[in-house]
Each structure stands twice: as C-alpha cells, then as structure tokens.
T-cell receptor
Framework: KQEVTQIPAALSVPEGENLVLNCSFT??????LQWFRQDPGKGLTSLLL?????REQTSGRLNASLDKSSGRSTLYIAASQPGDSATYLC??????????FGPGTRLSVLP | GAVVSQHPSWVICKSGTSVKIECRSL??????MFWYRQFPKQSLMLMAT?????????EQGVEKDKFLINHASLTLSTLTVTSAHPEDSSFYIC??????????FGPGTRLTVT
C-alpha cells in the first residue's frame, strides 16, 4: 500500500528565505507526482506535476524534483513571500488510479 | 485548462437529513471521478472511485449505503450523504480524470451537520 509522508509538518520562515519541502513515498511504481497548495478552508491549487519519466519541473519561484528510485520529491521555493503561506500537499498517482496524499506541510512566511 | 466545479460550496444540515453534492467537469468528459474527504488539519483521504455507468468502488471503511455515489453522465457525479450525523462534517473534494494522464480537482464542499 502506497504511503506518503512529508517533512516538516510545519515551517515558519522570514520573508525572503529560500526553503525546501520534502516528500517521501513507499512505492516507486508511480505514474506521476503532484504538488498542491491549499489555503485554509479552500480547495486545491495544482502547483507542479512531474511525470514518472521526468526529474524536475519549474514554475516561477517553484522547483520540484523527483527521484523515483529513492521515493523522494522536494519542492523548492525561492525568495519566499507572505503570500506563500499555505499548506503544501504532495500526492502520488499510481497508474490509472486515484491520488495518494501526504499529510502536508503548513508553511508560514513572516513579513 | 480543464475545470471541475462542485455544488454547493458549503452546506449546513440537521442531523438525520440527507445532503447531495454535485461534481461536474465543465469542459471535458470524465469517465472516472474520485471523491475525497478531508477532516480538519488532516490530509485528503479517498472515499470512492466513481465510474460512469457503473457502481462506485468504495475504499475500506467507507459505508456505501451512507455515501451514495451516482455517476450518471460523463460530466456529472453526485455524492449523497444519507442520514447525516455531526461526525460526517468534513470537507468533500472531487476530482475528474481527463484521459489517461490528467486529473483535475473541484473546489470542495464544506459540510456541517448540526
């Protein structure tokens, strides 16, 4: 059974810092991995999707990497801003199936 | 990009009543939709997989008679919470699969049972 963990559970940083969020999964047979952002009481916003054949994806200040063999992904946020404060969810998708979500990392960026 | 909507966005109901939540893929056809539940400060947990024209597949521990799922068309799946109780209060999110590769999430429905 696929399990997804995220470290740290919570993170508080001053504005402007670069930061890394970590995601680990137990079964490397995934089709893709996706990072989402969730604001309190809101739905999911897709940030980056990495297909199994890819090693990283970039969008603006965000960069996500994927190492399937070790079951790890990282989300790098450059020059963090208070507007980045949210919960970041990592999710893996086995082939043709539903997403399996991690517990999330709650990020607070202090002005 | 593809859009998935949910209705209502929030609902308050009394214990013992039933509530229906709709999930629609607005600009694409989805043969498969998924229903997730999220309790406060917890992550999303899959409840069931909904396939158009067939019975839904429920995850272990999810009562199929309590959470009725109907996927009557390629753009609509509904989740009905029957005889709702306060412990059913949660955030319900659906997703719809586009082809074999992409999946899009709805904005969620917050259910509060009093």
């Amino acid at each position: 059974k696929q399990e997804v963990t995220q470290i740290p559970a919570a993170l508080s940083v001053p504005e402007g810092e670069n930061l890394v969020l970590n995601c680990s999964f137990t079964d490397s047979a995934i089709y893709n991995l996706q990072w989402f952002r969730q604001d309190p009481g809101k739905g999911l916003t897709s940030l980056l999707l990495i297909q199994s054949s890819q090693r990283e994806q970039t969008s603006g200040r965000l960069n996500a990497s994927l190492d399937k063999s070790s079951g790890r992904s990282t989300l790098y946020i450059a020059a963090s801003q208070p507007g980045d404060s949210a919960t970041y969810l990592c999710a893996v998708e086995p082939r043709g199936q539903n997403f399996v979500f991690g517990p999330g990392t709650r990020l607070s960026v202090l002005p | 990009g593809a859009v998935v909507s949910q209705h209502p966005s929030w609902v308050i109901c009394k214990s013992g009543t039933s509530v229906k939540i709709e999930c629609r893929s607005l600009d694409f056809q989805a043969t498969t939709m998924f229903w997730y539940r999220q309790f406060p400060k917890q992550s999303l947990m899959l409840m069931a997989t909904s396939n158009e024209g067939s019975k839904a597949t429920y995850e272990q521990g999810v009562e199929k008679d309590k959470f009725l799922i109907n996927h009557a068309s390629l753009t609509l799946s509904t989740l009905t919470v029957t005889s709702a109780h306060p412990e059913d209060s949660s955030f319900y999110i659906c997703s719809a699969r586009l082809g074999a590769y992409e999946q899009y999430f709805g904005p969620g429905t917050r259910l509060t049972v009093t």
